[in-house]
């Protein structure tokens, strides 16, 4: 099952590739995850990427597209990936595409979870990540047991820096603009389907395994 993750910054993107990930034994590749990682151990790609990410903006496609090309190379993706941030307009759309046809495979569900805006900055502020593990939790809706601290491995608990209020609405423009029209994209191919996102986590899991089972 080769599923894409579509939706607005802090739409539950991560946190529902992460279940069905569990639930189908596939890897869920994000790319915010692998750029983050980047940033964090400076690497080239790092500290081509953080200037984009710090403001809200997309990372240049050729780094993005080749990240993913590679990845999807990985036996680990034979029986299905979930791709989480990716593709972000209709260019990466594309380029996934001519990857997939490499390998005889293609897109079989698109997921578009629906958030409103004001649902979006009350996750973006609340939301904080583990900097060891990159467990992510929220300060209301999933919190960790001790505020500063992972549930998991200890690690220390931080806000990213584009969940800022200002950085926010600058993701929230860029969506808009660039990854919006990918709703439209896969509607046309008939591969998208729409998920009320608000309500709790296992009942937003729920609605995208029926929405993928009746498809
Ligand atoms: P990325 O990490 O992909 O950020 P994003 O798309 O803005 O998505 P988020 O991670 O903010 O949200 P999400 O939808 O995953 O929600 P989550 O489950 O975490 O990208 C970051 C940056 O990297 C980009 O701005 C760009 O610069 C760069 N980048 C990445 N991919 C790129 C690409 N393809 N091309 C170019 N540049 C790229 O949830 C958010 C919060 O809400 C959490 O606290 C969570 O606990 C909470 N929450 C989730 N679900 C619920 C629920 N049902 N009820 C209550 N709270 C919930």
Redesign the pocket.
Known sequence: MNLILL???????????KSLAEKYNIPQI????I??AAVRDKTDLGIK?KS??DK??????NL?VEIVAERLKKSDCNDGFIL??????IL?AEAVERMLAQFSKRIDHVIN?EVSRKEIVK??S???VCRNCGE???II??PPLDDKKCDKCGGELYQ?E??REDTIET?MK??EEQTAPLIDFYKKKDFLVSID?????KD?TEKIVNAIVAR
């Not at 809200?56 to 496609?61: H, M």
């Not at 989480?84 to 307009?89: E, Q, Y």
């Not at 996102?197 to 986590?201: E, H, W």
């Open positions: 939706g607005p910054p802090g739409a539950g993107k991560g946190s529902q590739g994000s790319t915010g995850d750029l983050r990427a984009y990410m809200g903006a997309l990372v240049p496609d993005v989480d941030g990716f593709p972000r307009n990466q979870i996750r973006l609340g939301r904080r992510g939790y929220h809706f999933n990213r584009d969940d993701r860029v969506y996102g608000i309500g709790g986590f937003i």
